[in-house]
């Protein structure tokens, strides 16, 4: 992903259309996935996991469990989780994502609803309580509020449900796309307004994207939460991704990706599991 600086001539006018630009962009970007090597949607249709083991330990046993998936792309994990006996609501707000996924859902013969939505407004699309809200991986730095995100979670909690989230580090989001220099801060302040080239599934993918992000840090997240009603059950921070997204990137073990120089020494992804009172 190479960074291009972009002249914005007025940043509030992205600020009210972050939503437009961001489903411009997953539109084109689920494009590329779906036949990218990154996803191997080929090995997923004969059977493979997408989960990973950071979000598995979390989850646990989830057969016979109503599972809320939150931002699920085109939706291999939301599969996987019906693969394990899981009864899975999937919600995108990409339209090519979620029209991909109910496509993909076919093929599998698997049961997953798919909702195309935007976080914000699940709630006027949506009327269901669940015993499992889920998110992973690069999903919240595109909203904006962090409260009335968690409070979005809180709603669609039954009394005693868990929410599980495996994310990136926001440590990793102060970096350059190269991870030279410091560029943004680690606490939420004005929007990133990047222009990319390629994603991260296909770094030579012919597609020019501009987004509007956010960098939410741990305590912000944290707090949100807290703030919606739900505790705190558990709390773990890694040195390494699962995935080999980020530029630079070496794989020390088996699906255990870190950055080169940096090595065992930043936070690359963390996860946590809070309960609803």
Known sequence: MNNIPVFVPNIYFYIMDYLDLNKKLWNERTNVHVDSAFYDNETFLKGKNSLNEIELNLLGDVKGKTILHLQCHFGQDSISLARLGAQVTAVDFSEKAI?????????????????????????????????????????IGWLPDMQKWADIISSFLKPGGVFVMAEFHPAVWMFDNDFKYVQYSYFKSAPIIETDEGTYADKQAKITTTSVTWNHSLSEVMSSLLNSGLR???????????????????????????????ENKLPLVYALSASKQ
């Open 99 to 139: 029209e991909t996924a109910i496509e993909l859902n076919k093929k599998s013969g698997t049961g997953c609803k798919f909702v195309c939505s935007d976080v914000y407004s699940l709630n006027t699309v949506l009327d269901q309580k669940f015993d499992i809200v889920f998110t992973s991986y690069g999903v």
């Open 232 to 262: 705190i059950e558990s709390f773990n921070e890694f040195d390494y991704s699962p995935y080999n997204c980020l530029n630079n990137m070496v794989e020390v073990s088996k699906n255990h990706f870190m950055i080169k120089g940096m």
